[in-house]
């Protein structure tokens, strides 16, 4: 899995970089997509045009390396909610620990920087 | 005239409405923040506004990169209640306030805010957490129409939190020459700190909120020279949304009344703060 940088904003280079990563995502707020997504989801990411290494993200749920590709957590997060995991669950990826354990530091206050 | 008569600044986090509409709001976690709010929606259900104008942002839902407006505002008849990609919340949908929308768009425009107009718009949990805030059992319908206005706050570069103040202050001017006899909410929702993605998700800045959640009051002009990467910096990437909260206070007037602010760690990611106002000073 990918290791995360500090943040992703979300820029116009992000935006062409991932533009059919986001546009598959965004398809799976409408029902009848995400169950064709669950049917075959290769050929689902083919029909988006995404790249092999945007499509290899998906497939293998490597949701760092889906914001590296350009993915932005607002559009990844549907295909989260779609495999059931949390925002505790992508926390947790994200920085290297379990939902538990995220979900934990949340509930002590929060991470601090700087 | 039309008069802006209170003004709710709250955040719009999706767990808070998923907490109400799954009824888990008296469980330990969420307690806390529901405690909070009660004094503040007491208050508001005293003091019920004829139109709310909720100032917010879409997550990718009635929006995506292919066109995004820096302001808009909704000018529908109603407004559908968004599938953010887990189904609708059971919510009602929102009834707009087309003439005041219109009027909004053409005072906006008049003051050089080229806003875009939506007429056809699905309403997010940035707009609907915040009126569950407000009115937590709307029952058929909720108790008053909406003027959506939607601020990019996802996509850099989003506008500079000055402009969001200003525009604020245009939406009060726009308000009060409405000639209907209208008392107008003016909600300004999202934040507060808070960072969803990347290797500081998770963040939390307490002070920073606490510092927003004083100086909104009595010094938003500070708040509005704060620039968009000392927002992301100190706030976290999504903590950028307090920008919508200026909008709010923008449209109020310099002075204006604290009924009650609550602040809570965590709901979900975030810091959940709200901070309920009323127009003008105490009275005497």
Redesign the interface.
């Known amino acids: 899995m990918t290791k995360a940088r500090d943040d992703y904003p979300l820029d116009l280079r992000a935006s062409r970089q991932g533009y059919a990563l986001n546009k598959m995502c965004l398809s799976l707020k409408d029902e009848r997509n995400r169950r064709r997504f669950t049917e075959d989801e290769s050929a689902y990411c083919d029909e988006f045009g995404l790249s092999p290494e945007q499509k290899k993200a998906i497939l293998e749920r490597d949701w760092t390396g889906m914001l590296e590709l350009g993915g932005s957590v607002f559009y990844t997060y549907k295909l989260a909610m779609l495999d059931g995991k949390s925002m505790q669950y992508l926390g947790g990826v994200f920085t290297g620990m379990t939902a538990e354990e995220f979900a934990e530091a949340m509930r002590s206050g929060g991470r601090k920087f700087g | 005239m039309a008069r802006v008569i209170w003004g709710l600044a709250t955040s719009h986090v999706p767990?808070i409405g998923a907490a109400m509409d799954n009824g888990k709001t008296a469980e330990p976690?969420w307690k806390p923040l529901f405690d909070g709010y009660a004094p503040a929606r007491e208050w508001m259900a005293g003091h019920r506004p004829d139109v709310a104008v909720i100032v917010y942002n879409d997550?990718?839902?009635a929006l995506?990169?292919d066109l995004v407006p820096t302001f808009a505002v909704g000018t529908a008849e109603s407004y559908e209640v968004?599938?953010?990609?887990?189904g609708r919340r059971p919510v009602p949908p929102v009834a707009g306030a087309p003439e005041l929308s219109e009027h909004l768009v053409r005072r906006l425009v008049d003051d050089s805010f080229d806003i875009a107009t939506f007429h056809g718009l699905d309403v997010d949990h940035g707009l609907t957490v915040p009126l569950s805030v407000y009115c937590p059992d709307p029952g058929e319908q909720w108790p008053c129409p909406v003027v959506p206005v939607l601020v990019n706050v996802?996509?850099?570069?989003q506008p500079t939190a000055a402009r969001c103040y200003a525009l604020g202050q245009a939406i009060g001017r726009a308000i009060r020459s409405f000639p209907e006899d209208l008392g107008v909410a003016v909600f300004g929702t999202g934040g507060m700190?808070h960072?969803?993605?990347?290797?500081?998700?998770?963040?939390?800045?307490?002070p920073f909120d606490r510092m927003f959640l004083e100086k909104i009051e009595t010094d938003p002009e500070a708040l509005a020279r704060l620039t968009r990467e000392e927002y992301?910096?100190q706030a976290?990437?999504e903590g950028i949304e307090l920008i919508m909260w200026l909008v709010m206070r923008g449209a109020m007037d310099e002075r204006i009344t604290r009924i009650h602010e609550t602040y809570h760690?965590?709901a979900?990611?975030t810091?959940a703060g709200l901070a309920l106002f009323e127009n003008g000073g105490a009275p005497a």
Not at chain 2, 199 to 206: K, Q
């Open positions: 767990s976690y997550h990718a839902n995506d990169l968004a599938d953010e990609g887990w996802i996509r850099h570069p700190s960072q969803l993605a990347g290797a500081r998700a998770g963040l939390i800045n307490t992301v910096a976290g990437t760690v965590p979900s990611n810091a």
